[in-house]
């Protein structure tokens, strides 16, 4: 046991000096970090946002929502469809009620031929279903969401929504985001050093929805009032109406969406000086919006951004080009946030705030400063203690402590990992754990010495039979430290790495690094007789 | 050089004299512990029920207007605030439940927290907002039951382990000083109604792996002994495995301790509850293991025929022991 070859001896020295050399990045002072890093590789350790500051954000998909947002793409793709047909096919009774879209075809003999109309609908560019198509009765078609179909739809509206929210947090400048998807339907947003979150929130909580549809000027004020509308028109809050109402009715078809912008920024009306935002169409939405224009000249139409209208101009002559104003009652801040969000797009899918936690710079350096400060006295504390309990034996268990702490940092660095509040209680923790391994093997040693064996003998005896209870010890830790990490969040996750981490190293330079030199002292002199 | 011990040599101290007693001790703490949380309750922080909580330093002052905020908040319409102080006298955190249909609309919440931010901000011009958490009741329900659900697969988790390397009583004997440890602790922190939050779960998790970590060495000792002398009444090995190893929980613990009571009187105020619970539970565990891990042993019935030397537990242990530590 206490034969320790050179190539070993090499190898372990060679393991903690690389080990401790990845530590040294994380301690320097940024500005020479940043000097270092032009000829070395620096790998750091991230700093938690309890630390740093700044904001976390999870944002939770309404995935009820989502359905009904592709039922209504699906109505329209239907009724389009059906126009094409030749001869058209007339459908009624358009209900999506249930989560189903079904119709019923006039002329009870088109059916089939609806049915072959409709069934490139009813797959994705994957090829994969989406839809099942059903005839009731004879002549009613029903269209239900195959079950992957929502799931795919899902996924896809998540990542999307993932693109979206980098695409606008980039927008705002020099931060670094973190921007992952957590489970099914959640968004999770990091945002280090950013001190006031509002303008991120109003950034990332909007979806940008706009929508350009026909004021449906026949409707009954007093029934729109009410919030009751004709067929064919919905009621949409205004909350700016200059008739004094809260809501406005408008057409429900025959309007465009604004979600083929290709430019959008804010600006000031030419006419009363006050922000807005100007916006451009690509080439086939500018179509659409000319057309529109064109045939609806000197009616008014609304301005719809996520369910509610901003304003409901006049159109006063077709508008070609695909440029356009919309003016409502914005600030100088909300025309900028607004076109920053038309111009990374809509998101596709309504995205809620379900937790929000940020923390102000100053109170993360306090916990820093004071997290350090109870690090310190806490290991120089051990270290006083430890040499004078065992002497020699307690200086090597301190050096190895001391190179503990180097490797717990080398390797955080390495794999990246991010250091937070609990993380820094956690390395407290394992330092004062970390010598357990040397006590329990001392202790053993003093009491092989009581019983009559001879020095070496007595340390082989005690490296031995301590190392069983260090085994289950720190399996145990090991288990508790897994469990931390799958069942943790955010910080404790950081608190659960600190811990895997320090139990590996602190079990290598406790029991391992600490043979090896006290192998060598023991070569080297012989000793007959061992104060411990 | 004379070197120091914490602990005499050959100590013979009869612990196990005081068992019933200490049986009977813990009995009655951790019943009246299961009482409070019943009755009392614990202080949930928003991580656990919802709602926001505001972090703000009066820079100016040396101690924070308490009441006084009270009112002021509790004018805004948002019903009433709970205001604790935290660390510092002039640093407060302010919960407040959620809006009414917050969880529809998030807009709710977060125009209440700059409702609440600009009043004070307006109120006294010397203050810090330190940070803001909004939890929705739907998030703080997950994190509850994962939190409840890790505690509990700790437990069972490491049990399982001593049970496997061990024996079934020295597993029982695990479990059952883990959950004297947890639910004393448990019974801290609604005693002195420290904010019961993620980070306390954190720490009891730990607790668990650190407890245990005591009672493994001596059960490792226990077992040694009852292979070595299988004539020894069972009281009295237990007494020897716990005084044979007497100086290293001393020596241990207090090294342990050490950093752990530094943390909570020197340490970030933010964890002072976190740092409080560890120094509580790894104090309580040293205690437990010898109080209850021990002892239940004996009403178990284990004795030198659980171990049978030729084949079985122990020997298998002390493989894996090797080649884990010691080269041959």
Redesign the interface.
């Given at each position: 046991?206490l034969?320790f070859p050179r190539w070993r001896v090499w190898m372990l020295s060679l393991l903690v000096l690389v080990g401790v050399l990845l530590a040294i990045p994380s301690v320097l002072p940024t500005s020479i970090r940043a000097q270092l890093a032009q000829f070395v590789p620096t790998p750091t350790i991230n700093l938690g946002l309890?630390l740093a500051g700044g904001s976390h954000i999870?944002l939770?998909a309404d995935t009820s929502q989502l359905a009904e947002t592709r039922l209504e793409a699906l109505e329209d793709s239907v009724r389009s469809a059906m126009r094409r047909t030749d001869p058209r096919i007339a459908i009624g009774n358009v209900s999506r009620a249930n989560g189903q879209l079904s119709f019923t075809v006039t002329d009870s003999s088109q059916v089939d031929a609806a049915r072959e109309a409709l069934l490139p609908l009813t797959s994705n560019t994957l090829g994969s279903r989406d839809w099942n198509i059903g005839v009731n009765d004879g002549n009613r078609i029903v269209l239900s969401p195959a079950s992957t179909g929502n799931e795919t739809a899902l996924d896809q509206a998540m990542d999307t929504a993932k693109d979206v929210i980098d695409r606008r947090i980039n927008a705002l400048g020099t931060l670094e985001p973190t921007i992952i998807r957590q489970g099914e339907n959640r968004i999770v947003v990091q945002v280090p050093g950013l001190e006031d979150p509002?303008a991120l929130?109003a950034l990332i909580?909007k979806t940008a929805k706009l929508e350009f549809k026909l004021v449906d000027e026949q409707a009954d004020p007093d029934q729109t009032a009410k919030g009751i509308a004709r067929v064919g028109s919905q009621v949409l809050p205004y909350p700016d109406n200059p008739s004094g109402l809260p809501n406005i009715a408008v057409r429900r078809l025959g309007g465009i969406s604004g979600d083929k912008l290709i430019k959008a920024d804010p600006t000031f009306d030419q006419q009363t000086n006050e922000p807005a935002v100007t916006i451009q169409f690509d080439s086939e939405g500018g179509q659409k919006f000319a057309r529109m224009t064109q045939q609806n000249t000197g009616k008014l139409f609304a301005i719809i951004l996520d369910g509610q209208v901003i304003s409901a101009p006049q159109i006063k002559e077709p508008i070609f080009g695909g440029i356009s104003q919309i003016s409502g009652s914005f600030t100088v801040e909300s025309a900028n946030a607004l076109s920053i969000s038309l111009r990374s797009g809509a998101l596709p899918v309504d995205l809620?705030?379900?937790?929000?936690?940020?923390?102000?710079p100053?109170?993360g350096a306090?916990?820093i400063r004071?997290?350090i400060?109870?690090?310190v006295?806490?290991?120089t504390?051990?270290l006083v203690?430890?040499f004078?309990?065992?002497?020699r034996f307690g200086m090597y268990a301190n050096i190895a402590l001391v190179i503990n702490i180097g490797l717990i940092l080398g390797v955080m660095a390495l794999a990246n990992a991010t250091l937070t509040?609990?993380g820094?209680?956690?390395f407290?923790?394992t330092?004062?754990?970390a010598?357990?391994a040397n006590?329990?093997i001392n202790?053993r040693i003093?009491?092989e010495l009581?019983r009559g064996r001879r020095v070496v003998q007595a340390i082989?005896f005690g490296?031995?039979?301590?190392?069983?209870?260090?085994?289950?010890?720190n399996?145990?830790?090991v288990?508790?430290?897994v469990?931390?990490f799958?069942?943790?969040?955010?910080?404790?996750r950081g608190?659960?790495v600190v811990?895997m981490i320090g139990i590996v190293t602190s079990v290598f330079t406790a029991?391992t690094l600490t043979r090896m030199w006290v192998a060598g002292w023991v070569k080297r002199t012989r000793p007959q007789e061992l104060?411990? | 050089?004379k070197?120091?011990?914490?602990v005499p040599?050959?100590t013979n101290i009869d612990f196990l004299k005081w068992r019933v007693f200490a049986f009977a001790l813990s009995l009655v703490l951790m019943a009246a512990s299961i009482g409070l949380v019943a009755t009392k309750g614990l202080n949930f922080g928003v991580d656990f029920i919802g709602g926001q909580m505001i972090?703000a330093?009066f820079t100016q002052s040396a101690t924070a207007p308490v009441s006084e905020l009270r009112t002021k908040v509790g004018t805004l319409g948002y019903g009433e605030p709970t205001i604790q102080r935290f660390g510092k006298e002039n640093q407060v955190s302010i919960r407040m439940k959620l809006p009414e249909g917050a969880d529809k609309?998030?807009?709710l919440?977060?125009a209440m927290a700059?409702k609440i931010t600009n009043k004070l901000k307006a109120d006294y011009p010397g203050v810090?907002?330190?940070?803001?958490?909004?939890?929705?009741g739907?998030?703080s329900e997950e994190?509850f039951s994962?939190?409840m659900?890790?505690l509990l697969?700790?437990m069972a988790?490491?049990s399982l382990?001593?049970w496997i390397?061990f024996e079934w009583q020295f597993g029982v004997g695990a479990i059952w000083s883990l959950v004297h440890d947890v639910t004393l602790t448990f019974g801290l922190f609604s005693l002195v109604g420290l904010e019961f939050d993620?980070?306390i779960?954190?720490a009891l998790?730990?607790i668990?792996?650190?407890s245990?970590?005591d009672t493994?060495?001596v059960y490792?000792?226990i077992r040694?002994n009852l292979m070595k002398f299988r004539k020894m009444d069972m009281a009295g090995l237990l007494n020897l495995s716990v005084n044979?190893?007497l100086?290293?929980t001393v020596?241990?613990s207090?090294?342990?301790?050490?950093?752990?009571l530094?943390?909570v009187f020197?340490?970030?105020?933010?964890?002072f509850g976190?740092?409080l619970a560890?120094a509580f539970g790894i104090i309580v565990g040293t205690y437990s293991s010898i109080y209850q891990a021990a002892p239940i042993l004996i009403w178990l019935k284990v004795g030198p025929h659980s171990f049978v030397p030729t084949e079985g537990a122990a020997p298998k242990?002390?493989r894996?022991?090797?080649s884990?530590?010691?080269?041959?």
């Amino acid at each position: 046991m206490l034969d320790f070859p050179r190539w070993r001896v090499w190898m372990l020295s060679l393991l903690v000096l690389v080990g401790v050399l990845l530590a040294i990045p994380s301690v320097l002072p940024t500005s020479i970090r940043a000097q270092l890093a032009q000829f070395v590789p620096t790998p750091t350790i991230n700093l938690g946002l309890d630390l740093a500051g700044g904001s976390h954000i999870l944002l939770e998909a309404d995935t009820s929502q989502l359905a009904e947002t592709r039922l209504e793409a699906l109505e329209d793709s239907v009724r389009s469809a059906m126009r094409r047909t030749d001869p058209r096919i007339a459908i009624g009774n358009v209900s999506r009620a249930n989560g189903q879209l079904s119709f019923t075809v006039t002329d009870s003999s088109q059916v089939d031929a609806a049915r072959e109309a409709l069934l490139p609908l009813t797959s994705n560019t994957l090829g994969s279903r989406d839809w099942n198509i059903g005839v009731n009765d004879g002549n009613r078609i029903v269209l239900s969401p195959a079950s992957t179909g929502n799931e795919t739809a899902l996924d896809q509206a998540m990542d999307t929504a993932k693109d979206v929210i980098d695409r606008r947090i980039n927008a705002l400048g020099t931060l670094e985001p973190t921007i992952i998807r957590q489970g099914e339907n959640r968004i999770v947003v990091q945002v280090p050093g950013l001190e006031d979150p509002e303008a991120l929130k109003a950034l990332i909580g909007k979806t940008a929805k706009l929508e350009f549809k026909l004021v449906d000027e026949q409707a009954d004020p007093d029934q729109t009032a009410k919030g009751i509308a004709r067929v064919g028109s919905q009621v949409l809050p205004y909350p700016d109406n200059p008739s004094g109402l809260p809501n406005i009715a408008v057409r429900r078809l025959g309007g465009i969406s604004g979600d083929k912008l290709i430019k959008a920024d804010p600006t000031f009306d030419q006419q009363t000086n006050e922000p807005a935002v100007t916006i451009q169409f690509d080439s086939e939405g500018g179509q659409k919006f000319a057309r529109m224009t064109q045939q609806n000249t000197g009616k008014l139409f609304a301005i719809i951004l996520d369910g509610q209208v901003i304003s409901a101009p006049q159109i006063k002559e077709p508008i070609f080009g695909g440029i356009s104003q919309i003016s409502g009652s914005f600030t100088v801040e909300s025309a900028n946030a607004l076109s920053i969000s038309l111009r990374s797009g809509a998101l596709p899918v309504d995205l809620k705030i379900v937790e929000e936690r940020s923390v102000g710079p100053d109170l993360g350096a306090d916990s820093i400063r004071r997290g350090i400060l109870a690090a310190v006295i806490g290991t120089t504390s051990i270290l006083v203690l430890m040499f004078a309990v065992y002497g020699r034996f307690g200086m090597y268990a301190n050096i190895a402590l001391v190179i503990n702490i180097g490797l717990i940092l080398g390797v955080m660095a390495l794999a990246n990992a991010t250091l937070t509040l609990p993380g820094i209680a956690g390395f407290v923790l394992t330092i004062g754990a970390a010598v357990d391994a040397n006590v329990l093997i001392n202790e053993r040693i003093r009491e092989e010495l009581k019983r009559g064996r001879r020095v070496v003998q007595a340390i082989e005896f005690g490296y031995k039979e301590a190392s069983r209870a260090i085994f289950d010890a720190n399996s145990t830790n090991v288990i508790a430290a897994v469990l931390l990490f799958i069942f943790g969040s955010g910080p404790i996750r950081g608190f659960a790495v600190v811990l895997m981490i320090g139990i590996v190293t602190s079990v290598f330079t406790a029991v391992t690094l600490t043979r090896m030199w006290v192998a060598g002292w023991v070569k080297r002199t012989r000793p007959q007789e061992l104060v411990i | 050089m004379k070197l120091l011990k914490l602990v005499p040599d050959d100590t013979n101290i009869d612990f196990l004299k005081w068992r019933v007693f200490a049986f009977a001790l813990s009995l009655v703490l951790m019943a009246a512990s299961i009482g409070l949380v019943a009755t009392k309750g614990l202080n949930f922080g928003v991580d656990f029920i919802g709602g926001q909580m505001i972090r703000a330093t009066f820079t100016q002052s040396a101690t924070a207007p308490v009441s006084e905020l009270r009112t002021k908040v509790g004018t805004l319409g948002y019903g009433e605030p709970t205001i604790q102080r935290f660390g510092k006298e002039n640093q407060v955190s302010i919960r407040m439940k959620l809006p009414e249909g917050a969880d529809k609309n998030p807009e709710l919440a977060n125009a209440m927290a700059v409702k609440i931010t600009n009043k004070l901000k307006a109120d006294y011009p010397g203050v810090r907002i330190d940070g803001v958490d909004s939890v929705s009741g739907k998030v703080s329900e997950e994190l509850f039951s994962k939190g409840m659900l890790a505690l509990l697969a700790a437990m069972a988790g490491v049990s399982l382990y001593i049970w496997i390397r061990f024996e079934w009583q020295f597993g029982v004997g695990a479990i059952w000083s883990l959950v004297h440890d947890v639910t004393l602790t448990f019974g801290l922190f609604s005693l002195v109604g420290l904010e019961f939050d993620l980070n306390i779960i954190a720490a009891l998790l730990t607790i668990i792996g650190y407890s245990l970590n005591d009672t493994v060495v001596v059960y490792d000792r226990i077992r040694e002994n009852l292979m070595k002398f299988r004539k020894m009444d069972m009281a009295g090995l237990l007494n020897l495995s716990v005084n044979e190893t007497l100086a290293r929980t001393v020596m241990t613990s207090v090294s342990i301790s050490l950093p752990l009571l530094v943390l909570v009187f020197f340490g970030p105020d933010v964890i002072f509850g976190f740092s409080l619970a560890m120094a509580f539970g790894i104090i309580v565990g040293t205690y437990s293991s010898i109080y209850q891990a021990a002892p239940i042993l004996i009403w178990l019935k284990v004795g030198p025929h659980s171990f049978v030397p030729t084949e079985g537990a122990a020997p298998k242990a002390e493989r894996l022991g090797e080649s884990f530590g010691a080269q041959p």
